[in-house]
């Protein structure tokens, strides 16, 4: 069974630039959600998507969007990056439901730093 | 508005010590609950989960949970801790709207568990 991963590993970026992060589902999985970690707090949900639409969003601004591709796998892409965007950002795969969609696998997670 | 509540911020606790780490939530219904482990610089393994019947779960590496309803709590225990098992510890929840998901945890705030020698 192959886990979550997520790619890059670290990213360095300028604010006011763009960034893509990149995630791969677990095996067997078709929902994927996505999380920001700011340092010493728990993670934000940023959103979830299944069947390549996004079916719910947390309190995140509209330059934080996403994509599902057919093979479930995902992007983020954050816009216009502010300092305030640095920070880990996870990825998490599970499988449509009512209860099993909230019963997520993490990836390691992108370490986001903007200058 | 529904909200998930670590109190404990760090522990420390001996090694071969029992650990007990607290989590209360805010919601009218049962949420579904689980706890997290995060290494440093990691991402999120999943100990254990609760949707529904027994309220006393077992999970990975000698952890388990007891959900009280009427505490709206979530505890995590181990009854002896290894040194390997000093990490992060976040209490998840995830809320339903009726017949609808939004595949939302809210998590809390974490605690820091030191395993002294």
């Known amino acids: 069974e192959t886990g979550v991963t997520q790619s890059p590993t670290h990213l360095i970026k300028t604010r006011g630039q763009q960034v893509t992060l990149r995630c791969s589902s677990q095996?067997?999985?078709?929902?994927v959600s996505w999380y920001q970690q700011a340092l010493g707090q728990g993670p934000q949900f940023i959103f979830q998507?299944?069947?390549?639409?996004?079916?719910g969003r947390g309190n995140f601004p509209p330059r934080f969007s996403g994509l599902q591709f057919p093979n479930y796998s995902s992007e983020l892409n954050v816009n216009a990056l502010e300092l305030d965007d640095s920070a880990l950002y996870l990825c998490?795969?599970?499988?449509?439901?009512?209860?099993?969609?909230?019963?997520?696998?993490f990836g390691p997670g992108t370490r986001l730093t903007v200058t | 508005a529904q909200s998930v509540t670590q109190p404990d911020i760090h522990i420390t606790v001996s090694e071969g010590a029992s650990l007990e780490l607290r989590c209360n939530y805010s919601?009218?219904?049962?949420?579904?609950l689980f706890w997290y482990v995060q290494s440093p610089g990691q991402g999120l393994q999943l100990l254990l989960k609760?949707?529904?019947?027994?309220?006393l779960v077992q999970g990975i590496k000698g952890f388990e949970a007891e959900f009280k309803r009427s505490q709206s709590s979530f505890n995590l225990r181990k009854p002896s801790v290894h040194w390997s098992d000093a990490a992060e510890y976040f209490c998840?929840?995830?809320?339903?709207?009726?017949?609808?998901?939004?595949?939302?945890?809210?998590f809390g705030q974490g605690t820091t568990l030191q395993v002294k020698p």
């Open positions: 998490a795969s599970s499988f449509w439901g009512l209860a099993s969609s909230y019963e997520q696998y």
């Open positions: 095996s067997g999985h078709n929902t």
């Open positions: 998507y299944y069947r390549e639409e996004e079916n």
């Open positions: 919601y009218g219904a049962t949420p579904y």
């Open positions: 609760y949707f529904s019947g027994d309220t």
């Open positions: 998840a929840v995830g809320f339903t709207h009726g017949s609808s998901n939004t595949g939302k945890l809210i």
